[in-house]
């Protein structure tokens, strides 16, 4: 889909490329020519990536610890990046999430969700932000959201109210900075299969059929179609994209959001004959 020199000399971080999607987008980065930066908490998941992405494309990749959620550690991360040379990319990939009722959650249970999504990205951002504005370096931002950051969504509280706050982080940025050579937008991905989300947001079986049944293309997306919309976005070749939110869903937000779109999974080809006009007669 791409030439493989893409991305050739880009340096950039993916906050929790250890696992899922970001580590789908660290692969197809470094295939592409990047050198890469990880981020996540766990050092063993991290490790592990950082040794099988390097032998799978031969490319440059580094994994570092961190919690996006404390700002000292992310300021430190950036710091040490910053020694061997400036980031030219940042992807804000980390998230957490749960299903839950609003009324049973704890005041932590919010923040533990709200820190690693809004905070850990503004945390982020802002400390690539001040060093390109300060040496006049160019950078993108790629923030990773969901469907449901503009429709809001039931069960998920914490994280539609974090990812809303992103895509706002995402629009203003793309206008305060987009001046000065930085370039702020986001994805917002309808179920892709990872471990980490559908471990928590569609467990089982008949979850994962419901949700695949939603969906108007009748499956879910790919890491690849993921990570290849990434590598376009964060390329020189989106260069005039700035401050969009890209939804890659298949269409399933507005399967969810028309009034009869249900109709096709409802209705018999006896019901759709009962609805066809009438001959009247004298017309
Ligand atoms: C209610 C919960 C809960 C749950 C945790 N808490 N899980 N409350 N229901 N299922 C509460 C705890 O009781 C605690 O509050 C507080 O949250 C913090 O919990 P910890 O376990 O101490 O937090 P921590 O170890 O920091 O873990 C964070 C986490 C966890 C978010 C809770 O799930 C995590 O590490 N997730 C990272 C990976 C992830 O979530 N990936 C999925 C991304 S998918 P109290 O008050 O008891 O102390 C996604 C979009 C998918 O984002 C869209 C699909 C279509
Ligand atoms: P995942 O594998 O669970 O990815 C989440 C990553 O974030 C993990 O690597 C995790 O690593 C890291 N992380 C969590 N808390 C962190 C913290 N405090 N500091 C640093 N890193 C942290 O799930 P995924 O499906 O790939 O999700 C990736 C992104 O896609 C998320 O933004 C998610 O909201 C979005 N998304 C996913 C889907 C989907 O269907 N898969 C749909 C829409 C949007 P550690 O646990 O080691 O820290």
Redesign the pocket.
Known sequence: MFRTDLLKSKRILITGGGTGLGKGMAQRFLQLGAMVYICGRRQEVLKDTEAELARLTGGIIHSMPCDVRKVETVEAMIESIWRDGPLDIVVNNA??????RSE???P??FA??VG?VLMGTIYVTTACGRRWLMTGHAGTVLNIT?TYASTGSAYVVP?AVAKAGVEALTRSLAVEWGNRGIRSNAIAP??IPTE??FS??LPGRDMEKMAMQRNPLGRFGTLEELANLAAFLVSDGSAYINGEVIVMDGGEWLQGAGEFSHLGRLLTEKQWAALKPRKVPGL
């Open positions: 998230a957490g999430n749960f299903l839950a049973e959650l704890s932590r249970a533990a969700v690693i969901t994280s309808g179920p980490g989300a928590r947001l």
